[in-house]
Each structure stands twice: as C-alpha cells, then as structure tokens.
C-alpha cells in the first residue's frame, strides 16, 4: 500500500504518482487532500472551477463535487481507463481523506513537498470558493 502525504504537494505531480500506483495495482492512500496545491495565477484557478462548478443546473446535471478529496478524485481519474474495467478497478484501490486519519498516523507517508515560489491555492480554499462548507 502507498501512502501520500499531500500536504504542499503539488496536484498534478501527485496526482500523476497515485494514477502510475493504480493502474499497477496498488492500493493508495492520500491523506491532507485540503492541504494539496495547484500552481498559477490565483484568480484565473478559482475561475476555471467556479465556471465548471455553474455548468449545467442543479436537476439534470454535470454535477461537479464541491469537497477537496472529490475533486483529487476527478484530477486522478482524468489521467487513468476509467472507463475501462481495469481503470475501474483500479479507481476502487484509492482512498482520499481530509486531514490524518487516525489508522494511518502510525505508518510512514511518502512526502512530495514543494518548495513553490510561484502562485499558488491551496485546494482548501478552491473547494470553499466553489461552494464546500467544510
């Protein structure tokens, strides 16, 4: 089983790390989700998930999650099959949670930290933008 730290961890790299684990058939675990970051200018980052998020209507859809872990979920899931059955299978193998569970705060987490000079948001704030109430 893999276990990734996200905090200061940039999405796409870790994202892409979780992705290459799962399709080999790996179990993965991401744990601080809130804690994750994305890269780029802050106002056009909160555009673009704001503009996904008031696609559609409330009652025929896209329905776009709001919570920070279902939106790692979705970024890893647009680099897999899933809609194959081995990418579903494999998207069956990842868990994600918000803060340190209290069964993984005894087992080592691979840290990818950043040290990002540039902007960035935290995924905490994206999903409060976009309406998360957590």
């Known amino acids: 089983m893999m276990i990734l730290d996200g905090k200061n961890a940039v999405l796409g790299r870790l994202s892409s790390a979780a992705a290459k684990s799962l399709i080999k058939g790996e179990e993965v675990a991401i ?43 979705r970024t890893i899931r647009g680099m897999m099959p899933y809609k194959t059955n081995k990418g579903r299978a494999a998207m069956k193998n990842l868990s994600i949670h918000v ?16 040290n990002i000079k540039s902007s960035f948001l935290y995924m905490e704030e994206v999903a409060k933008a976009v309406g998360w109430r957590g």
């Open 31 to 73: 744990l601080n989700a809130e804690k994750i970051i994305i890269t780029g200018p802050r106002k056009a980052i909160k555009g673009k998930y704001l503009e996904r998020a008031q696609r559609g209507s409330k009652y025929s859809g896209p329905y776009f999650y709001r919570s920070p872990e279902r939106l790692v979920r």
């Open 99 to 114: 803060g340190m569970p209290e069964e993984y705060k005894s087992k080592e987490a691979v840290k990818m930290e950043k």
